[in-house]
């Protein structure tokens, strides 16, 4: 059994599943199985795009949000197939998933700045793209989305990073944070982020960030791509970009480590969202078994590129002087980064 | 609609097991006469209707005006505001809230006008205000929850030597009836809007509960405070409402319809007003979420009505005709084994405690999940009918013989318990003593009481809703035990998995 910081800086591949409330549990036990690296459950809802439900309040449904990591790409792209022929994710409209291609981040003892950081990825007509906003603004963003042609989304609550010029009763605050997730079409995504942007432009600094990922293969998605399209796909190369999106995972406790040590090196922001990793201890079924699972965070940075190896250098001192971090990095292009704060 | 249908599934699956044992009963140990029967069947829908639309209500409405004004309150960055803002919204929620003057109005009349009603539901308020005013000093002082827990208890222990048998169980049931339907929903997302806030902090969920918990206590030390200073010596005989038998079928849910209504309304008012108060005065809302938040307050309202309806037209009747004939027809061992029962699944059909259970699912990142916090709170509230009906058998069990050991258990726990499970034991103990509870269960023991021919119908229907306020923090703080142990020796397990 390979362990967490076995892989902790070893993933190729990262397969998010959004299925309905209550489900991510027994497909994330079923990725483990089938020898995924880690699976960490976040909830969140989504919203029907229905006017009277909207005038209703009744609006929302509630998802989980299940984040595997794998070794290799084509490992992912098996387990996708694996979990939809299993019927964990078979009916029409149940959820999506896509396989987000990740940078190389293994540690190269020789000369750590020389890593293979290529991505070799089958290019698809998709892009995920993450907004994050003020909490309660997640509706408005969705409202923007579907207006520009995307399908739906879902929101997931975060906490942003601690903003240290304000201090109340000696505390630092957290902000609460929408983020918001939700796949377009590559044409589509760039529009739909200029009208985000255009819509929540500020002054006000900390406001919120706007980025994309690659997807090189999606399931689920309502009357577009089938994954056997898909397949006969060509592979390149895909194109760098300035930044770099970190996704670390870790034990709950252990976040404002990970946050203090990353600011040291010049990183100025992160959102923290609270999920548990699920731990396949082979007692499937029993009731305790569910509450076993660990309290995990995933905080999520965008860096520049030149910061990228300082911080991850960072991360693996961390990792190697504690276990009780159980970290877990990827690293992925983040396109088109952009701040909503004008300043910027 | 997914929303709605998802809560109604729930609900469904939470107030069906009562719905069943009383059927279970009906055809075994008590056959209920056939018109009760129905008015329950259809009780038991309104309930499961009204728990739906009443828990989206809170989702949408009661949550977000608690985060807000906890919020709000805090980044003022002023204690002086935030002490006030305190003891004013305890208050006011406090002051509201319909159970309360229910109890008031009893006590009023058992002890011949010397605590008259507004002067008892004032002292409660104030002391509740005063509770909520330390749990704000206490979070934002990050001061554990245990210390304030010991110094408040200790104090009520104090005071207790000087009330009679009667002012603890009027305190004591004081706690339970504060803590109401929409009361506990709102203190926790005040609490929940301050530790989000700073939650970077601590990193974990120990900090969001315990405020239902501090207000009962502020209910409970008020009560003592009262009667210390002003106790009446001797207590008069009150009528304790009899099944009398209805003009029409339908009369136990239309005779009620008006003072629910108005009941309903009492308790949104004071949630509306502060909603009204932090968005025109410091928030501005947009449009949208307002009136999002105001759909949520209708569904409360809405929800809320319903849910009284059902439970005082069909399950009120039915709890008194079955504790009655448990005691007059059964031995005491099947009708404590029933009580057994009964306190077990009425409590999962409570209102606050699906929100709370949820609450904490939510915030430990599910790996406390919902159903582990509501089966310790089901077994507490299990062993509390148990020995509210001992109570009836046993002439000289005195309330206080069961509270005195049972809180200094409590308090010994509290010591080895991890944070998180203490504050929402006291909190569970504030939750579970809803209005299920203040209707059903106590209509079931004064049924009981009255069949009893020792019983004291007043001095042992007192003391029931002290009994379902007291359990939970003995189990919850057990599984929190538990559980500490289990992930002990499953971080071990992981550990030694570990080559490193």
């Keep these: 059994m390979t362990t967490i910081s076995d892989i902790a800086f070893a993933n190729q591949a990262m397969l998010l599943l959004i299925v309905p409330h209550g489900r991510a549990e027994a497909i994330a036990l079923f990725a483990l199985e089938e020898g995924a690296g880690s699976a960490t459950v976040f909830s969140g809802h989504g919203t029907v795009p229905k006017p009277i439900l909207r005038m209703l309040g009744l609006d929302e449904v509630r998802r989980e949000l299940i984040l595997i990591t794998l070794s290799k790409q084509e490992a992912a792209s098996e387990l996708l197939h694996k979990i939809r022929d299993t019927g964990h994710f078979s009916e029409k409209n149940i959820g999506i998933a896509f396989i987000q291609p990740l940078l190389d981040i293994t540690e190269n003892k020789d000369n750590p700045a020389a890593g293979n950081r290529e991505i070799e990825t089958t290019e698809t007509n998709y892009r995920a793209l993450i907004t994050i906003v003020e909490n309660g603004e997640g509706h408005a963003v969705v409202d923007i989305a579907r207006e520009n042609g995307a399908a739906g989304a879902t929101i997931i609550s975060a906490m942003g990073s601690a903003d240290h010029s304000t201090h109340i009763f000696d505390f630092d605050i957290n902000p609460r944070k929408d983020l918001v997730l939700l796949i377009s079409n590559k044409e589509k995504a760039d529009s739909l982020q200029e009208a985000l942007l255009a819509a929540f432009r500020t002054s006000t600094p900390g406001r919120g960030i706007i980025f994309s990922l690659y997807v090189s293969e999606t399931l689920g998605i309502m009357g577009h791509e089938n994954a056997e399209q898909l397949l006969s796909r060509a592979r390149a190369v895909a194109a760098p970009s300035p930044h770099t999106a970190l996704f670390v995972m870790v034990n709950r406790p252990k976040t404002k480590d990970i946050i203090q040590a990353c600011e040291a090196a010049g990183n100025m922001g992160a959102s923290i969202m609270h999920g548990r990793g699920i731990r396949h201890t082979g007692k499937a079924g029993s009731f305790f078994r569910e509450s076993f699972d660990v309290e995990r965070n995933m905080v999520l940075m965008v860096i520049k590129k030149e910061q990228e190896e300082e911080i991850l250098q960072i991360l693996r001192a961390l990792d190697k002087s504690d276990p009780a971090y159980a970290l877990s990095v990827s690293a992925s292009y983040a396109l088109n980064f952009s701040k909503f704060s004008a300043a910027e | ?500």
């Design chain 2, 1 to 500: 609609m997914g929303l709605f249908t998802e809560k109604l599934k729930e609900m469904g699956a939470s107030v069906l097991p009562i719905t069943f044992f009383v059927i279970l009963l009906h055809f075994t140990l008590t056959p209920i006469p056939a018109d009760d029967f129905w008015r329950f069947i259809i009780g038991a829908v309104l309930i499961i209707v009204g728990l739906g639309i009443f828990l989206v209500g809170v989702d949408l409405g009661a949550t977000p005006i608690g985060e807000l004004s906890g919020e709000a309150l805090v980044k003022t960055n002023k204690i002086t505001v935030l002490l006030l803002g305190g003891l004013l919204l305890g208050f006011i929620i406090s002051i509201a809230e319909p159970d309360l003057h229910v109890l008031s109005v009893q006590v009023e009349q058992f002890t011949a006008d010397i605590v008259g009603r507004w002067q008892m539901v004032l002292v409660v308020s104030i002391g509740v205000g005063v509770m909520v005013m330390v749990g704000f000093w206490r979070l934002v002082k990050g001061i554990r929850l245990r210390t304030v827990l010991w110094i408040t208890y200790g104090l009520i222990f104090l005071l207790a030597l000087f009330n009679s048998p009667e002012f603890h169980a009027f305190s004591f049931d004081a706690s339970g009836s504060t803590t109401g339907a929409i009361t506990t929903p709102f203190l926790l997302a005040l609490a929940a809007g301050i530790a989000g806030l700073y939650e970077g902090e601590a990193e974990d969920a120990r900090d969001r509960y315990g405020m239902v918990g501090l207000a009962s206590a502020g209910a409970i030390l008020a009560m003592l405070v009262q009667g210390a200073l002003d106790s009446p010596g001797s207590y008069q005989q009150i009528d304790i409402a009899e099944n009398i038998a209805p003009a029409y079928f339908l009369e136990p849910f239309t005779s009620s319809l008006s003072g629910v209504l108005v009941d309903s309304l009492l308790s949104i008012a004071p949630l509306a007003l502060v909603f009204i108060v932090i968005h025109l005065g410091i928030l501005r809302l947009k449009r949208q979420s307002v009136s999002r938040i105001m759909i949520g307050l209708f569904y409360c309202y809405f929800g809320l009505s319903l849910f009284m309806v059902g439970v005082n037209g069909g399950f009120m009747r039915v709890g008194r005709f079955i504790g009655a004939q448990l005691v007059l027809e059964h031995s005491p061992f099947l009708a404590v084994l029933a009580g057994f029962f009964l306190g077990m699944l009425t409590v999962i059909a409570e209102p606050a405690v699906h929100v709370l259970t949820d609450s904490v699912q939510k915030s430990t990142g599910g790996t406390v999940p919902r159903n582990l916090t509501l089966m310790s709170l089901a077994i507490g509230v299990a062993f509390s009918i148990v020995l509210a009906i001992i109570r009836i058998y046993v002439e000289d069990l005195m309330l206080w013989h069961i509270l005195l050991p049972a809180y200094i258990l409590i308090m010994i726990l509290t010591y080895f318990t991890p944070d998180l499970f203490i504050g929402v034991a006291f909190d569970a103990g504030g939750v579970a003593s809803g209005p299920m509870t203040a209707t059903f269960i106590l209509a079931f023991a004064q049924g009981a009481a009255g069949a009893h021919p020792a019983a004291n119908i007043l001095i042992d229907g007192f003391g029931v809703v002290a009994l379902v306020a007291m359990s939970p923090l003995i189990t919850i703080q057990g599984m929190g035990l538990i559980y500490k142990h289990r992930q002990r020796k499953e971080q071990q397990v992981a550990a030694s998995e570990d080559p490193e």
